[in-house]
């Protein structure tokens, strides 16, 4: 409950100042301010100028999806979604399905998401994870969407990888306590 007080005290942290709603595909421009990307990209009519500060830009910045602020909003709005559920005592849950998009190009629909990089990514984009030896052990899955949801809080990692870890251990743990149990049976007897 403590770590759920302290993502909705960031609230105002995560609002676009432009649209005045949870970030939407957030986008961090060179000043370092973040906007929703279809709330800058309207902004940005005749020239281009950060929203916020009024820095202006002499060309139009590449904008690039903020992965971590997205991972944060998401936390936030399922967190919040929560939160409003218990207040006004409603058990249902509506999870909205949206077609997941690629997080470099922003437009194309994702084929895959790279476990390891904590990103999803279309065909073209996805190329160099399946033509690069670097990328040989990044991990690839079906498209996810909800990734911040799937992050340990405790570890701050997949929680795949520490389910593995916490079965084998229990695992372990369980032949020890059966070894004990045995042994012990057979000395009283």
Not at 56 to 67: C, D, I, R
């Amino acid at each position: 409950l403590n770590d759920g007080f302290s993502i909705m005290s960031l609230e105002d942290e995560l609002i676009c100042s432009i649209c005045l709603s949870p970030f939407d595909c957030p986008v961090t421009i060179p000043c370092g301010h973040n906007f929703c990307r279809d709330c800058l990209l309207e902004s940005w009519k005749d020239s281009y100028s950060c929203p916020q500060c009024r820095t202006l830009f002499a060309t139009k910045p590449e904008l690039k999806k903020n992965t971590v602020l997205t991972a944060v909003v998401e936390t936030f709005k399922v967190r919040s979604d929560k939160s409003e559920a218990i207040l006004s005592g409603e058990a249902s849950e509506a999870v909205r399905k949206d077609v997941i998009r690629c997080d470099t190009c922003m437009e194309a629909e994702a084929s895959k998401t790279c476990l390891t990089c904590m990103a999803s990514y279309c065909e073209e984009h996805l190329r160099p994870h399946r033509e690069n030896p670097i990328f040989l052990l990044h991990q690839l899955s079906e498209p996810v969407g909800d990734l911040s949801e799937r992050i340990c809080p405790d570890h701050h990692k997949l929680m795949e990888f520490f389910l593995t870890f916490i079965h084998l251990n229990l695992a372990q743990k369980a032949a020890e306590i059966t070894t004990n149990i045995t042994s012990q049976f057979y000395k009283d007897i």
